[in-house]
């Protein structure tokens, strides 16, 4: 996996972006909030494979934290490292910009994602009962930090 880009979003990506949120959640935003984000002016940015989108993250900031609002990648393309080498890449970028933390959070259920923000040095902070709507009822949000170490 070589031939991989980091590059801005633009409004020009919305299909693709949408149609891979909706492939990757079983509860995906709606089509008028990920306008809203690929429209906006929060950072996003977008890993291309060959000049295919593949993977997106939109990140909050204000002063010096970062909130992460979203990141997911292709389900085509799971599992290979895509999410991991953007996770790395936002750190670097967010802690050159000054950033001293960035925040999450993440469904209960959502091991996979847990699995990588922990080894991408996220830890625990708080959880959030009862706070993501679930197919079968509700559950809990796991809100989680990472320390950026600027120099
Ligand atoms: C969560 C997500 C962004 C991770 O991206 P990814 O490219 O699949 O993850 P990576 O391949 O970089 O994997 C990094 C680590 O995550 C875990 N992981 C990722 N996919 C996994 C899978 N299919 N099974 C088990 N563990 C997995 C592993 O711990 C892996 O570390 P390892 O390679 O040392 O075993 C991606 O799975 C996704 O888009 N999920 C749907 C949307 C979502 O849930 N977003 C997060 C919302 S908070």
Redesign the pocket.
């Given at each position: 996996m070589n031939e991989i880009s980091f590059l801005e979003i633009t409004s020009d990506d919305f299909d693709v972006i949408y149609e891979i949120e909706l492939k990757?959640?079983p509860i995906p935003w709606s089509e008028k909030i990920m306008r809203s984000m690929v429209e906006g002016h929060e950072y996003k940015i977008k890993i291309t494979y060959y000049d295919k989108v593949i993977?997106y993250v939109f990140v909050m900031v204000v002063l010096d934290e970062a909130t992460i609002l979203?990141?997911?990648?292709d389900p085509d393309?799971?599992?290979?490292?895509?999410?991991?080498?953007l996770l790395r890449y936002l750190k670097a970028q967010l802690s050159q910009k000054g950033i001293r933390s960035i925040f999450?959070?993440?469904?209960q259920s959502?091991?996979?994602?847990l699995?990588?923000y922990t080894?991408e040095g996220f830890h625990e902070i708080d959880i959030r009962k009862n706070y993501y709507p679930a197919k079968n009822g509700r559950e809990d949000a796991i809100i989680m930090a990472c320390v950026l170490m600027n120099e």
């Amino acid at each position: 996996m070589n031939e991989i880009s980091f590059l801005e979003i633009t409004s020009d990506d919305f299909d693709v972006i949408y149609e891979i949120e909706l492939k990757a959640y079983p509860i995906p935003w709606s089509e008028k909030i990920m306008r809203s984000m690929v429209e906006g002016h929060e950072y996003k940015i977008k890993i291309t494979y060959y000049d295919k989108v593949i993977a997106y993250v939109f990140v909050m900031v204000v002063l010096d934290e970062a909130t992460i609002l979203n990141i997911a990648v292709d389900p085509d393309y799971q599992g290979q490292g895509i999410g991991q080498k953007l996770l790395r890449y936002l750190k670097a970028q967010l802690s050159q910009k000054g950033i001293r933390s960035i925040f999450l959070e993440v469904r209960q259920s959502n091991q996979n994602a847990l699995a990588l923000y922990t080894s991408e040095g996220f830890h625990e902070i708080d959880i959030r009962k009862n706070y993501y709507p679930a197919k079968n009822g509700r559950e809990d949000a796991i809100i989680m930090a990472c320390v950026l170490m600027n120099e």
